[in-house]
């Protein structure tokens, strides 16, 4: 049975993927900062499955942290990568502490990137393979209040758009799952609680976006939106005049400015 890599595994929708790869006899290859977490992990997946699940501790948010994990890997055989690792935090640009948005710029992007060249070379090699890069309905709108975290998720869509388009022809697929609010803890680790975008109806469960991104995975999806009131706000926002689409994501995210 196949290997998935995936990042970010210790909680949220790398967790929950996890367990829906480990159900369906993937083995699985689970990396975060927090060891005790993942091995708890780790332990559920192999006794209830029946599958190997390799605990890496690693942190991915500095420069040469991706090619750490690769040198950790060796020439260990991945057939999927979920990139999932990832932060944001809410709060005006000038006031944010630069180191911070820089180890976000570094997490959200540089090391995404670094492990799909990485793993997409491979699979490429190997005959086949999946990646899936996880963006977030903010890749479709500017983000007056979260401007740094914005610009990451849309780097993630509009990278893995073309990614898939180029690696399709050697039977790499990469799917760049986009979910909106999602009930995760991460308005709370992002200081955005309390804000609209958080509220129902755009709220949504962390199992209805597991079965979602799942199911993505296993139908080769390209660009995947969850959930039908989120798609409708991506595409009205696309259509709107740049002023009103700033407007709308800052309200929504509480940013009066």
């Known amino acids: 049975m196949s290997t998935a890599l995936i990042t970010g595994a210790s909680n949220g929708i790398g967790l929950e993927l996890a367990r829906r790869l480990a159900a369906d006899g993937h083995d699985v290859i689970l990396v975060a900062r927090s060891v005790d977490k993942l091995q708890a992990l780790a332990d559920e997946l192999g006794g209830r499955h029946g599958i190997r699940a390799e605990v890496?501790?690693?942190?991915?948010?500095?420069?040469?942290?991706?090619?750490?994990?690769?040198?950790?890997?060796?020439?260990?055989r991945v057939d999927m990568l979920i990139n999932n690792a990832g932060f944001g935090e809410f709060g005006t640009f000038i006031e944010a502490d630069i180191k911070r948005l820089n180890q976000m710029i570094q997490l959200n992007v540089a090391t995404l990137t670094a492990l799909a060249h990485a793993f997409g070379r491979r699979m490429a090699?190997?005959?086949g393979g999946q990646i899936l890069n996880v963006a977030s309905i903010a890749a479709f709108m500017p983000g007056p209040g979260a401007a740094v975290y914005?610009?990451?998720?849309?780097?993630?869509?509009?990278?893995?758009?073309?990614?898939?388009?180029?690696?399709?022809?050697?039977?790499?697929?990469?799917?760049?799952?986009c979910p909106g609010p999602t009930d995760t803890g991460f308005a709370t680790a992002a200081n955005a609680e309390g804000s609209a975008a958080f509220r129902w109806p755009l709220l949504a469960s962390l199992d209805s976006?597991?079965?979602y991104a799942y199911d993505?995975?296993?139908a080769k999806r390209g660009?995947?939106?969850?959930?039908?009131?989120?798609?409708?706000?991506?595409?009205?926002?696309?259509?709107s005049p740049r002023?009103?689409?700033?407007?709308?994501?800052?309200?929504?995210?509480?940013f009066k400015g």
């Open 56 to 76: 890496i501790g690693q942190d991915l948010g500095y420069e040469g942290a991706a090619q750490e994990l690769v040198d950790k890997l060796g020439d260990r």
């Open 125 to 127: 090699a190997q005959g």
């Open 150 to 177: 914005y610009a990451s998720k849309a780097y993630v869509l509009s990278f893995s758009d073309a990614l898939d388009f180029e690696l399709r022809g050697k039977n790499v697929r990469v799917t760049t799952l």
């Open 209 to 211: 976006l597991a079965d």
């Open 216 to 218: 993505s995975l296993k």
């Open 223 to 239: 660009i995947s939106v969850h959930r039908w009131l989120i798609k409708l706000m991506a595409f009205s926002v696309r259509l």
């Open 243 to 254: 002023f009103l689409a700033n407007y709308i994501s800052a309200r929504s995210i509480g």
